[in-house]
C-alpha cells in the first residue's frame, strides 16, 4: 500500500510540475502594445535556407523592415523588397 501511495504522489508532482513549466514558457495572450506600424533602418539579417541535398546555408545582407499590425494582430508589411500580407501573430 505504501508503494502505491508513493507512485500517485510522483505522479501528481510530476503532473503539477509539467504545467507549472508549461504556463512559464512564453506569453498567455498577445498585448496591445504590437499594434501599429513598426519600420527600421537598414539593418543586417542573415536568412537561413536548406537546400534539397545538404546542410543549412547562411546568407547575410542588410534590409529594411516594415511591419504594420492591426487589431486582430493581422501583419503586413516588407522586409527588404519581399512583400507579406494577412500574416498573423502566434503565441509561441
Known amino acids: 500500500m505504501k508503494k502505491r501511495i508513493d ?7 510530476i503532473i503539477l510540475l509539467d504545467i ?10 498577445k498585448t496591445p ?30 534590409a529594411t523592415i516594415m511591419l504594420n499590425i492591426d487589431h486582430k494582430y493581422t501583419v503586413d508589411g516588407y522586409i527588404g523588397s519581399a512583400e507579406f500580407k494577412n500574416g498573423s501573430i502566434k503565441l509561441n
Open 7 to 13: 507512485i500517485n504522489r510522483l505522479i501528481f508532482r
Open 33 to 62: 502594445d504590437l499594434i501599429g506600424k513598426w519600420k527600421t533602418d537598414k539593418i543586417n539579417i542573415t536568412v537561413r535556407t536548406k537546400p534539397k541535398k545538404g546542410n543549412w546555408q547562411f546568407t547575410s545582407d542588410s
Open 20 to 29: 507549472v513549466f508549461l504556463t512559464s514558457c512564453g506569453q498567455l495572450h
